[in-house]
């Protein structure tokens, strides 16, 4: 369970940031429209990354984290919506590490660290 919230956390910040910055970039054009011909292209590249890669991988990664910890399925809507809305995945991933992990999050386990016998 431990690897699958990694891979869960990992593409929380990674969606939750391009879709910041979609936000970020797209108020701006709405403050100032001179500054559309140089954010046209971060808006795009950030959009088709957020939109067609990252949050399809994020949607597999949630559901995936939900079956292993066996959590209620408010939970994975709650982390499904986190994906439209700019902020809320760090709030619900945060929530989330203290509802699963209250003393901490463990340390990885290596082979090289793992106890021999």
Partial sequence: MDAAFRRYRLMSFVTGTTLLTLFVTLALHQWDLSLWKSLKPLVVVD???HGTILYPIYLVLSFQFVMKARLHIGYLLAMLLAGFVPGVA????????????PDGIPARVTSDSAPRG
């Fill in 90 to 101: 760090f709030a619900v991933e945060y929530y989330l590490a203290r509802k699963i992990y």
């Fill in 47 to 49: 959009g088709v990354a």
